[in-house]
């Protein structure tokens, strides 16, 4: 059974700080990957996904990155604000049906 | 208007109750799923549909059922609840195109306790 581990669990920065969120898949064998952001009492918002062909995606401040090799996953946030906190959960689906497993987040605080 | 809606958006039930929660998406998405989100658990795939007439079981189907009414539709019913069927649900869509699944949209969730 696939088991998805994000390190680490919980993350305080300062303002401005460039950080990096991993994600690591038990089996290396990743379809699509997806990373999400989740408020506290929200639902998930889609930040980035890298499909099947591609190994890397960017949005604006964000950067993920997947080694199929490893089935290791990172999420780069540059200039880090305020209002990046909030969870971020990684997901890959290992059936090629989209059918994804979670990691359990990381909980990010960006202080001011 | 949201492109994925779930209702109702908090429910408190009893042991032994009859509970439908329903998933509606504008998004014009074939693919629909309900997952389950437990605390310190990543969310789990309960179950799938890939249509109206293709409905797929995930990995903790015991005890749901579920209705793809229509393309738009996807229910999710427990049929007799219990405590540890509390957690918050959440239905999700996604398409696909040129041989590629695209990123899956969720609802913004159902919190459900049983009592």
């Known amino acids: ?112 | 208007d949201a492109d994925v809606t779930q209702t109702p958006r908090n429910r408190i039930t009893k042991t032994g109750k009859r509970i439908m929660l329903e998933c509606s998406q504008t998004k014009g998405h074939d693919r629909m799923y309900w997952y389950r989100q437990d605390p310190g658990l990543g969310l789990r795939l309960i179950y799938y549909s890939f249509d109206v007439k293709d409905i797929n079981k995930g990995e903790i189907s015991d005890g749901y059922s579920v209705s793809r009414q229509a393309q738009a539709k996807f229910s999710l019913s427990l049929e007799s609840a219990i405590p540890n069927q509390t957690a918050l649900y959440f239905c999700a869509t996604s398409d696909w195109t040129s041989g590629s699944y695209n990123e899956q949209f969720f609802g913004p969730g159902t919190r459900l306790t049983v009592l």
Do not use: H, M
């Open chain 1, 1 to 112: 059974k696939q088991e998805v581990t994000q390190i680490p669990a919980a993350l305080s920065v300062p303002e401005g700080e460039n950080l990096v969120l991993n994600c690591s898949f038990t089996d290396s064998a990743i379809y699509n990957l997806q990373w999400f952001r989740q408020d506290p009492g929200k639902g998930l918002t889609s930040l980035l996904l890298i499909q099947s062909s591609q190994r890397e995606q960017t949005s604006g401040r964000l950067n993920a990155s997947l080694d199929k090799s490893s089935g290791r996953s990172t999420l780069y946030i540059a200039a880090s604000q305020p209002g990046d906190s909030a969870t971020y959960l990684c997901a890959g689906d290992q059936t090629g049906a989209n059918n994804l497993f979670f990691g359990t987040g990381t909980r990010l605080t960006v202080i001011p």
